[in-house]
C-alpha cells in the first residue's frame, strides 16, 4: 500500500434479540453509525435482501434490519401474519433498541409494511421511503394473471429472477441472488407470507401519512406494476416520485449506483 493510499474500513455489525407483543423471538441486525434507518425487505424474504446495498447507508445511518417472523433466525409462530403485524414487530425491534425517531426504506411488501409504521407511529417516523410496493386492496393495480401463473410453475426460481433483474443485468452479475426468498421458510410461513402480502390495503389511511415521503419504482416492473407509485403518491400528502427507467423489480440492486445516492439525499434533505 503506498502512502497515498486510502484503507476501507469494514462497517461493524451486530446482532440482537427482539421480542413482539406476543413473544415470538425476532433476530436483529445493526449495522453503521449516525442516524437511525430502518430496512424492511420484501415478501418471503431475510434482511439478507439488503446484503449488496446495505453498506451504502451504514456508512451513514445505524441501519436496523431483522428477519421478519417466519424467516431467517426469527420464530416461526402459528397464526394469520399480515403487515400490519409486522409493522408491529419493527416498532417492537425500535423499542428494544431504545430508538424512538427514525426513516423507515422498505421495498415490495417492506413497503406495504412501512406504511403501516408510517400510520400508526406518525411521531416516530422522520422520513419515508416506499420502493415497488403498492397500497394494496382494491385501488392497487396487481400483477396480471400470467406472472401468477409463471411463478407457481416448475421454471419459478428463473422467472422470479427475471421479475428482479434485466436480463443484462443477469449476465453481468450471475448471482447468487439474494432476493428471490429464503430457502430455509417452511411452506406454511411462506403461505403467511403471501397472504399478508395479498391482504394489504392501507389506502383509507395513507392521507394520515404525515412524514415526508420518497416513492421509487422501476419502469418495467411486472411484478409491481409501476402505476403503483403514483398511486401512492396520489393518497400520501406531497409524496414525490422517482422511477428508474427501464428497472425492474429490484430497482435497488440493478441501479444502486443511482439509487441509494437518491435515497441518502431524500433522507439528508
Do not use: K
Amino acid at each position: 500500500m503506498t502512502s497515498g493510499a486510502v484503507r476501507m474500513v469494514p462497517v461493524q455489525e451486530y446482532h440482537e434479540t427482539a421480542r413482539a407483543s406476543d413473544g415470538t423471538r425476532l433476530a436483529v441486525q445493526v449495522r453503521g453509525s449516525g442516524p437511525v434507518l430502518l430496512l424492511l425487505p420484501g415478501q418471503s424474504n431475510n434482511h439478507h435482501w439488503w446484503d449488496r446495498t446495505r453498506n451504502d447507508f451504514a456508512r451513514h445511518r445505524t441501519t436496523v434490519t431483522f428477519d421478519y417472523r417466519g424467516t431467517g433466525a426469527s420464530d416461526s409462530p402459528d397464526g394469520d401474519y399480515s403487515t400490519q403485524l409486522f409493522a408491529q414487530d419493527a416498532l417492537s425491534v425500535l423499542d428494544a433498541l431504545s430508538i424512538g425517531r427514525f426513516d423507515v426504506y422498505g421495498t415490495s411488501m417492506g413497503g406495504r409494511t412501512a406504511q403501516w409504521i408510517a400510520i400508526s407511529a406518525p411521531h416516530r417516523v422522520r422520513r419515508l421511503v416506499l420502493g415497488c410496493t403498492t397500497p394494496g386492496g382494491s385501488h392497487a393495480r396487481e400483477r396480471d394473471s400470467s406472472v401468477r401463473r409463471a411463478l407457481a410453475g416448475p421454471d419459478a426460481t428463473q422467472v422470479m429472477t427475471d421479475l428482479m433483474y434485466t436480463p443484462e443485468w443477469q449476465s453481468a452479475n450471475p448471482g447468487p441472488y439474494t432476493v428471490l426468498g429464503d430457502p430455509t421458510m417452511t411452506l406454511r410461513a411462506r403461505r403467511q407470507h403471501l397472504r399478508a402480502s395479498d391482504s394489504h390495503d392501507a389506502w383509507d389511511h395513507l392521507p394520515e401519512i404525515t412524514a415526508p415521503t420518497l416513492i421509487l419504482h422501476g419502469s418495467d416492473d411486472r411484478f409491481a406494476p409501476v402505476v403503483n407509485a403514483e398511486i401512492l403518491a396520489s393518497a400520501i400528502p406531497d409524496a414525490r416520485t422517482h422511477v428508474f427507467d427501464g428497472a425492474r423489480h429490484a430497482y435497488f440492486d440493478e441501479c444502486r449506483a443511482e439509487a441509494s445516492p437518491l435515497v441518502m439525499t431524500f433522507l439528508d434533505d
